[in-house]
């Protein structure tokens, strides 16, 4: 039998008592560094939501324009008519991007984007002349979609040159589509086009030949037709119905 000063004392009510207030005070503890916890982030979210949305730190300071040739980086910025001191998280791209296509025939397409810590980067993509279209004396520049978006009083080296009878766009289109289907090597031959109309489009070549393309359908397989048709001793090449097409 072990020593009665061995022997473990009973639990009393007391003893009770101040383990159950030991236990709460330490869930207390807890609960209060949690609620501390919580409420720190919480602050620090709202911080950095009034840094990122509200505060000038981080608002549009600072304009940068690059791909710009046939218009000035003062053009684009003037037209941008970006809302400097607005904060970048609530800066609406899209209308700024929207005011230089709008007011800039020659930007093609505007991307905009935003740096940290306070600049708008404005990116414009120029059109691209597929062909001049003399105009009296001056050569006014067409892009693929047939929109013209810049004059010239000479035409540039090696620039088709094309005559329409209207600048409907849907006209001035189709002889880009025709000029684009062309191979280069048919293309630098290409003295002269002629659109009296949608479906009379005439080509001339350096030797003085005249294609007969008739409208912009199936300008890829008229190409063809032409390219195989060129080595024939002819004066006319008519591929407006590539299908069947004649020479004379």
């Given amino acids: 039998m072990a020593p009665a000063s061995s022997r473990p004392r009973p639990a009393t009510p007391t003893d009770v008592s101040e383990a159950i207030a030991r236990r709460r005070r330490a869930e207390n503890r807890r609960r209060t560094l949690t609620m501390a916890g919580v409420a720190s982030l919480v602050l620090l979210a709202l911080a ?3 840094l990122v949305r509200f505060s000038p730190v981080l608002a549009a300071r600072t304009v940068e324009v690059s791909g710009t040739r ?3 980086q003062q053009q684009v910025t003037d037209a941008a008519q970006v809302p400097l001191g607005t904060p970048l998280a609530r800066l609406d791209t899209a209308p700024i991007a929207q005011r230089v296509a709008d007011q800039l025939t020659p930007v093609g397409e505007v991307h905009v984007s935003t740096r940290l810590p306070g600049t708008v980067k404005i990116e414009v993509i120029e059109r691209s ?3 001049l279209r003399r105009s009296g004396t001056v050569y006014q520049s067409v892009d693929a979609a047939g929109v013209i978006f810049a004059t ?11 005559e329409t009878s209207t600048v409907e766009n849907r ?3 189709d002889v880009a589509t025709v000029i684009t289907a062309l191979p280069t090597e048919v293309r630098g031959q290409v003295t002269r086009v002629q659109a009296a109309g949608p479906d009379r489009i005439v080509l001339t070549l350096a030797k003085g030949q005249t294609v007969v393309w008739g409208s912009a359908a199936a300008s890829e397989q008229k190409a063809q037709v032409l390219v195989a048709l060129l080595g024939q ?3 006319i090449f008519d591929v407006s119905s590539p299908g069947s097409p004649t020479t004379r």
């Avoid at 010239?152 to 094309?162: T, Y």
């Fill in 48 to 50: 950095l939501v009034w």
């Fill in 70 to 72: 046939l218009v000035s």
């Fill in 129 to 131: 002349a597929v062909y």
């Fill in 152 to 162: 010239a009083d000479k035409p540039a080296k090696g620039a088709v040159v094309a």
């Fill in 171 to 173: 006209l001035l289109a």
């Fill in 233 to 235: 001793k002819a004066t």
